[in-house]
C-alpha cells in the first residue's frame, strides 16, 4: 500500500556541509553556508549557498562524459551516507528494472554550457567538439547520470517546475509505485550555482545584499545555492520504530504570474490541503511546518497569509534557507532531509537570520531553536509559474 511509503534511506549535500552529520551540525549550532558571492565571473553583490570541494570533485572514470558541476554534486551526494550501499541493496531484492528514478532539476546542467559558449570558435563560432550537451545541459542528464551511477534499468524522468521541482518526484514516485510500475524509487534533485541563475535573479531585482532573511521586517531578497539531495522510497509492510514516512503529498498550478504568487496564496492553500487530504489528517496533526520561505517581501508574505488561513498560529513554522540559500530546483529535498532529521532528532530549527520578525506576518515563526518530539512535518515548495508542491512526512506507525 502507498500509506507504507518509507525514506528507507536520504542524503544531501549542501552549503551547510556533505551529509546528514554536517548538515544536522549546522542547524543545530546555528552555523549558516552562506558566504559572499565568490562564484566565477558573477561579480554580484549578495551572498550566495556554496558547496564546498566540488571543483575537486570530478565525475569518476568510466563516467567522464558526464562530468559538469550539476553531476558532481549529485555524485557527492549519492556517495555520502552509505546512500549508494543502501540503493544497491534494494537492487537484490526487487531487480534494477524495478528502480524508478525521479529527479528535479531547474538549471540542470547550464553552467557546463555556459562554459562551452565561451569557448566557441572565434571563426565560426562553433561549439567546442567536447561540449557533450546530452550528458551534461540536457534536463535528462540528471536522471540519466544517476541511472547509470547506481546501475539502475528502471523508468526514469526529470521534473522540472521551478522551485517545487525535487518537491513533486515524491508525488511521482508515490503514482508509479501505486500505478504497480516500480516496486521502489529513488527521488531527489541536484541544481548547482552558474551565471545564469545567479544573472538572472539579480535582474528581477530579487538578490539580498547580505545573507537572506526570511520573514524578518527588513528582508530584501534571496540567498542563491546549489545542493544535491536523494531518499530512496519503497513500501515497507513492518518499518522499523524511528522511520519516515511519506504520508501525503499535495500539487497544483495557480498560473497567476511568471514569477509573482497570487496575492491571496491561492495555489499555496490548494497544496497544502491537497496533502493533509490525502494523509487524512487535520492542521492541527502538524507539529511542524518547512517553510518555501525565500526571503522576498512577497513570497514570505503570501506563504504566511496562506499558511494562517490554515493552521492559524498554532502550528511552529520557520524557513531553513538562511541555511542553505534557496537551491532553487534542489531545494524541495534539501528541506524534506532536513524535516527528517527534524523527525529523527526531535527538534524545530529555527529561522535563522531573523532579527525582528515582520508585524505583518501572523505565524508562529521560530526565533530559536527548539527540542521536541515530533511525528509529523509539513514542507512546501512553491516556484515560478504558480507551481505548487507540500509534503508531509511523518514517523511510521
Known amino acids: 500500500m502507498t500509506s507504507s511509503l518509507i525514506l528507507t534511506a536520504y542524503t544531501t549535500v549542501n552549503a551547510c556541509g556533505s551529509g546528514l552529520n554536517e548538515t544536522l551540525q549546522a542547524l543545530r549550532s546555528g552555523r549558516s553556508g552562506l558566504r559572499s558571492c565568490d562564484f566565477g565571473e558573477a561579480e554580484l553583490d549578495t551572498y550566495i549557498g556554496r558547496v564546498a570541494g566540488v571543483e575537486d570533485a570530478p565525475v569518476g572514470s568510466d563516467l ?22 543502501a540503493v544497491a541493496g534494494v537492487v537484490e531484492r526487487y531487480g534494477s528494472e524495478r528502480i524508478a528514478v525521479v529527479m528535479g532539476s531547474s538549471t540542470s546542467g547550464v553552467g557546463e554550457a555556459e562554459i562551452a559558449y565561451r569557448n566557441r570558435s572565434p571563426d565560426s563560432g562553433a561549439l567546442p567538439e567536447s561540449f557533450r550537451f546530452d550528458k551534461t545541459h540536457d534536463f535528462y542528464s540528471l536522471p540519466y547520470f544517476v541511472s547509470a551511477y547506481l546501475n539502475l534499468d528502471g523508468p526514469n524522468t526529470t521534473v522540472s517546475a521551478a522551485c517545487a521541482s525535487s518537491s513533486k518526484v515524491f508525488a511521482d514516485a508515490w503514482q ?59 513500501r515497507v509492510q513492518m518499518p522499523p520504530p524511528g522511520s519516515v514516512a511519506l504520508l501525503g503529498y499535495g500539487e497544483s498550478s495557480d498560473a497567476y504570474h511568471m514569477s509573482a504568487p497570487h496575492p ?134
Not at 558526464?66 to 558532481?72: A, E, Y
Not at 498560529?313 to 524535516?339: D, Q
Request: glycine letters at 12%; hydrophobic letters at 40%.
Open 64 to 85: 567522464t562524459d558526464f562530468d559538469c558541476r550539476n553531476n558532481r554534486l549529485a555524485q557527492m551526494a549519492l556517495q555520502a551516507d552509505g546512500f549508494s550501499e
Open 176 to 234: 508509479w509505485i501505486a500505478a504497480g510500475i516500480c516496486d521502489a524509487a529513488v527521488v531527489g534533485g541536484v541544481d548547482s550555482l552558474c551565471l545564469l541563475t545567479l544573472r538572472g535573479f539579480n535582474s528581477l531585482e530579487l538578490l539580498a545584499k547580505g545573507p537572506c532573511r526570511p520573514n524578518d521586517v527588513a528582508r530584501s531578497g534571496l540567498s542563491i545555492g546549489e545542493a544535491a539531495g536523494f531518499a530512496l522510497l519503497e
Open 264 to 397: 491571496e496564496g491561492k495555489g499555496a492553500l490548494l497544496a497544502m490541503r491537497a496533502a493533509l487530504a490525502q494523509a487524512g489528517l487535520e492542521p492541527g496533526d502538524i507539529d511542524y511546518i518547512n517553510l518555501h520561505g525565500t526571503g522576498s517581501r512577497a513570497n514570505d508574505t503570501v506563504e504566511d497569509r496562506a499558511v494562517y488561513e490554515i493552521f492559524g498560529s498554532g502550528v511552529p513554522t520557520s524557513s531553513t534557507k538562511g541555511w542553505t540559500g534557496h537551491a532553487l530546483g534542489a531545494a524541495g529535498i534539501v528541506e524534506a532531509v532536513i524535516s527528517c532529521l527534524c523527525l529523527r532528532e526531535g527538534f524545530i530549527p529555527a529561522n535563522l537570520n531573523l532579527e525582528t520578525l515582520d508585524p505583518e506576518l501572523n505565524c508562529a515563526v521560530q526565533q530559536v531553536s527548539v527540542d521536541r518530539p515530533i511525528k509529523r512535518v509539513l514542507s512546501n515548495s512553491f516556484g515560478f509559474g504558480g507551481s505548487n508542491c507540500s509534503i508531509i512526512l511523518g514517523t511510521a506507525s
